[in-house]
């Protein structure tokens, strides 16, 4: 299995030592005010990669650094009034991930620092002036997963060749996926396939996002990044296996879960990268000053255990090109 390795990192260095060129004493121990979407119990894989990069630039939690975490449970609706807590708190830096926890803690305060681990179309959701040039109080880094929905189908047909129909799962509450599957009609048709937009919001939906892809015969599934369905990747992976559908989806996180293919961006690699941002802050940076960075990486990543379990075969040429091979 060749593996780009970053989640045996998560686990490992959690646990380790800090590295050399430790950051240095502050005065006082800083204290970052951490929004997360999700649940304490069922966390996205996205702040496990943030505590990492904190341990890579020398902050041990509870010594050097405080880290104040507002758990949304996956209720979005609860976002604002966690972010207004966390404001109240006083404290040096705000970080968090996604588009609700980015403008929770937007809505709740124009001058605390905010960094975003990694969210989708920062710019295009008004949250920023430009890449470049921030212009206010948050940066931070930002996925663009729809840009390569066309190359993911391209990439699935050339994996099965044979697939006809394919249903797009997405979660309705991220605004970027509203073009979705529009914007990859042109590609859909010179592939012969056709699309199926289906939704969910919450793991309670996935059955019936599943019986709906039964209903439009679906005989393949891509899922578009969220941070529900990284969350509970497992669960839909699992379903996705049950109702023998091969899918394709964001991120090698999806892909280690049990999705047959995965392109795209890894999250936890761009919110690990996020933790340099908060120590620049802390520094007396400001966020006008630094620029949004975007995802740069996209490993393919094959599951071959999946791929005996539904029976199917994938190309040697494709096998060759993938960065990641999960055997």
């Not at 970052?32 to 304490?40: A, C, M």
């Not at 578009?224 to 090698?252: D, I, K, N, T, W």
């Not at 996209?298 to 379990?309: G, I, R, S, Y």
Request: glycine share 8%; net charge neutral; charged share 20%.
């Amino acid at each position: 299995m060749r593996l780009i390795g970053l989640a045996v990192a998560l686990a490992v260095s959690l646990f380790a030592a800090p590295l050399a060129g430790e950051a240095q004493p502050l005065g006082k121990i800083p204290k970052v005010g951490v929004l997360e979407p999700t649940s304490q119990q069922r966390l996205a894989p996205c702040i496990f990669a943030f505590q990492l990069g904190l341990r890579h630039l020398g902050y041990v939690e509870g010594q050097t650094i405080l880290l104040d975490y507002r758990y949304g449970e996956g209720q979005l609706d609860r976002l604002p009034a966690l972010a207004g807590e966390l404001v109240r708190s006083a404290p040096d830096v705000l970080w968090t991930h996604s588009i609700p926890g980015a403008l929770a803690l937007k809505q709740a305060t124009t001058t605390l620092p905010i960094v975003v681990g990694v969210a989708i179309d920062l710019t295009e959701m008004g949250l920023a002036e430009s890449l470049a040039h921030p212009g206010g109080n948050l940066t931070g880094l930002e996925l663009r997963p729809a840009d390569l929905a066309g190359k993911r189908l391209q990439l699935f047909k050339e994996a099965l060749p044979t697939i006809t129909r394919v249903a797009i799962l997405v979660d309705p509450a991220w605004t970027a996926y509203t073009s979705i599957p529009r914007v990859i009609d042109r590609d859909a048709r010179t592939l012969g396939v056709q699309l199926q937009r289906v939704e969910a919001r919450a793991p309670a939906a996935f059955e019936a996002a599943f019986a709906a892809m039964d209903r439009g015969k679906a005989d393949a599934l891509m899922v578009m990044e969220s941070e529900v369905f990284a969350a509970h990747r497992q669960q839909l992976q699992a379903l996705a296996l049950q109702h023998r559908l091969p899918s394709m989806s964001y991120g090698p996180h999806h892909a280690e879960a049990g999705s047959l293919l995965a392109y795209g961006a890894d999250p936890r690699e761009l919110c690990q990268r996020s933790a340099a941002f908060v120590h620049k802050i802390l520094r007396g940076a400001k966020p006008a000053d630094l620029p949004i960075e975007r995802a740069d990486k996209f490993p393919l990543v094959v599951n071959l255990k999946t791929a005996k379990a539904l029976r199917l075969t994938i190309p040697q040429s494709l096998l060759l090109r993938a960065d990641q091979v999960i055997e």
